[in-house]
């Protein structure tokens, strides 16, 4: 669990998307200290629910969901208690909602394209992705009567039918026009299958060393450029409930977390480079080898990959 920071120096890095909101107007508390009761509440919300500040969209994959904070002050104006409990936890919602918005803009979609990208070209993306974060769930609110600072920490899940990987699905492979642009055809894998000696019934690939992260669709290639695992041709109802594989940052978590889903014994494999920061490529050895074991038990129709990042 990382610590809320209690310096402003440190929460404007590590915690902040956005400097605090006093109304309508931004500006930074000018008493560092009076934050620390703050925060410490913050804490232990966190601690209490083992939940993390979202930092960036590669924990988002990893952790499942995604949680971003907003911190306002009262309106110049409010004068009641009420008036500036009112003021200062609305100003605190709205920057937790422009941080989730910013945090969600930087996912990757698949190959180098991010979720920004796709919502600039696409409105019915755009206005998608609008809705989900006016929607995100207010998960915790703190207001401190005697520094006059409110807390409010937003989350939304990045996995289940709920969630805002199932979203994006709908949107670029529910819709063909959008699909053909964005999830550009790729030549698959063909080639005699080799005799496999274990029943497989997962796959794990160890991408740790790579400049790798982790996308809605997450593609696995030959050295050939052919795909050896190609989500976009998994059917919508998995992809809605599972995402295209799962993210952990050891063989270890990734063998527990594929074995939650059923998998016995999965086959585990190296990544040798990238084809993109979201396409790993496979040694022509391991690129036949999974392409075999998937052959005779079908895990990848299932989404039953795991990936092992730095």
Known sequence: MRKVAIS???ALSSVFIAPPVVGQQEQ??????????TFAAVE???????LDITDNPKEAFMNGYILVMGEGLPSPTARTPSQKRLTAERAATVQAYRALAEMLDGVAVVGDTVVKDMALQYDVVRAAVAGFVRGAQVVYKHWD???????????????????????????????????????K??????????PVAENFDGLIVDAT???????????????????VYDPSKISMQVLNE???????DSVEKARDVLAKRGVKNPLVVKATGT????????????????????????????????????
Do not use: H, W
């Open 44 to 50: 232990t919300f966190l601690q209490q629910n083992r």
């Open 8 to 10: 402003l120096g440190v």
């Open 185 to 194: 055809e790729v030549p698959q894998m063909k080639a005699r299958p080799v």
């Open 275 to 310: 084809l993109s920061l979201t396409d790993l490529v496979l040694s022509d050895e391991d690129a036949i080898r999974v392409f075999s074991a998937n052959q005779k038990s079908g895990f990848l129709n299932s989404a039953k990959v795991a990936f092992v990042l730095k």
């Open 242 to 248: 599972f995402g295209c594989g799962e993210y952990t």
């Open 145 to 183: 009567e005697k520094d006059e600072v409110a807390v409010v920490l937003v989350k939304v899940g990045m996995d289940g039918p709920q969630g805002f990987a199932s979203l994006m699905y709908q949107q670029f492979l529910g819709n063909q026009s959008i699909k053909n642009q964005t999830v």
């Open 209 to 227: 060393g790579l400049n790798f992260r982790p996308a809605l669709m997450n593609r696995i290639f030959n050295t050939k450029g052919e795909a």
């Open 28 to 37: 930074v508390p000018a008493n560092i200290q009076k934050m620390a009761v």
